[in-house]
T-cell receptor, first 111, second 113 residues
Framework: NAGVTQTPKFRVLKTGQSMTLLCAQDMNHEYMYWYRQDPGMGLRLIHYSVGEGTTAKGEVPDGYNVSRLKKQNFLLGLESAAPSQTSVYFC??????????FGEGSRLTVL | GDSVTQMEGPVTLSEEAFLTINCTYTATGYPSLFWYVQYPGEGLQLLLKATKADDKGSNKGFEATYRKETTSFHLEKGSVQVSDSAVYFCAPLIKAAGNKLTFGGGTRVLVKP
C-alpha cells in the first residue's frame, strides 16, 4: 500500500530558484492538501483541492502555486524560493473531510 | 475567532504513567474533533475522532471524549509506553474555516523507560 507519496524527500535550493514538489495518492481520494510544518507553529495549510481541476488557497498561500490536473496528483510549486520557505512540507489526501492520510514529508532548505 | 488551544509540551513521563493532553477550541457551530499523532520522522496519522457531544473516540489505548459544554477534547492514556513518544495534535473541523481541519500547535510527549 503506497498511500500518499511525496517527492523529493529532501531538497536544498538557493534563494530565487524554483522547484516543484509532487504528491501522489493511490486511494482515489477527492480531497488533497499541502501543509507546511515549522517549529512551534504546528501545521499550516498552504493550498488545497476538493477535486480534479480545482484548487483553493489556505492559510499561507503566498509564494506558492498548485495544480491538480489529475485526481491522483497534487503539485506544489515555489516560483522564487526564499529562506522563509525553509520548512517541512506535508501532503495529505482524504475521502471524507477531516480524516486525512499524510505523506512522509519533504524537507526543503532555502539558502 | 475560531481557534484551538493545546497544552504546550514537552511532556516527559515514565513508562506506565498516566497521560493527559488538554485541548480546547472555540468555534461557532458544532465541529467534529480529531486527534492526530506524528511519530519521529513520519507524517501525521489519525489517532481517533468524535463527531458529536459525549462521543468517546478510542484507539491504541488512547481515549478522548467530546465535551460540548466545556468545548474540550482532552486526550488520555492510562499507561504509556516508550513507543507512545510522539507529537500529538488536536484538530477540530471548523466550518467557519472552510470546513477544514485547524491544527493545534502540537504537544511533544517523551516517555522514558
Amino acid at each position: 500500500n503506497a498511500g500518499v507519496t511525496q517527492t523529493p524527500k529532501f531538497r536544498v535550493l538557493k534563494t530565487g530558484q524554483s522547484m516543484t514538489l509532487l504528491c501522489a495518492q493511490d486511494m482515489n481520494h477527492e480531497y488533497m492538501y499541502w501543509y507546511r510544518q515549522d517549529p512551534g507553529m504546528g501545521l499550516r495549510l498552504i493550498h488545497y483541492s476538493v477535486g480534479e481541476g480545482t484548487t483553493a488557497k489556505g492559510e499561507v498561500p503566498d509564494g506558492y502555486n498548485v495544480s491538480r490536473l489529475k485526481k491522483q496528483n497534487f503539485l506544489l510549486g515555489l516560483e522564487s524560493a526564499a529562506p522563509s520557505q525553509t520548512s517541512v512540507y506535508f501532503c495529505a489526501s482524504a475521502r471524507y473531510t477531516g480524516e486525512l492520510f499524510f505523506g512522509e514529508g519533504s524537507r526543503l532548505t532555502v539558502l | 475567532g475560531d481557534s484551538v488551544t493545546q497544552m504546550e509540551g514537552p511532556v516527559t513521563l515514565s513508562e506506565e504513567a498516566f497521560l493527559t493532553i488538554n485541548c480546547t477550541y472555540t468555534a461557532t457551530g458544532y465541529p467534529s474533533l480529531f486527534w492526530y499523532v506524528q511519530y519521529p520522522g513520519e507524517g501525521l496519522q489519525l489517532l481517533l475522532k468524535a463527531t458529536k457531544a459525549d462521543d468517546k473516540g478510542s484507539n491504541k489505548g488512547f481515549e478522548a471524549t467530546y465535551r460540548k459544554e466545556t468545548t474540550s477534547f482532552h486526550l488520555e492514556k492510562g499507561s504509556v509506553q516508550v513507543s507512545d513518544s510522539a507529537v500529538y495534535f488536536c484538530a477540530p473541523l471548523i466550518k467557519a474555516a472552510g470546513n477544514k481541519l485547524t491544527f493545534g500547535g502540537g504537544t511533544r510527549v517523551l516517555v522514558k523507560p
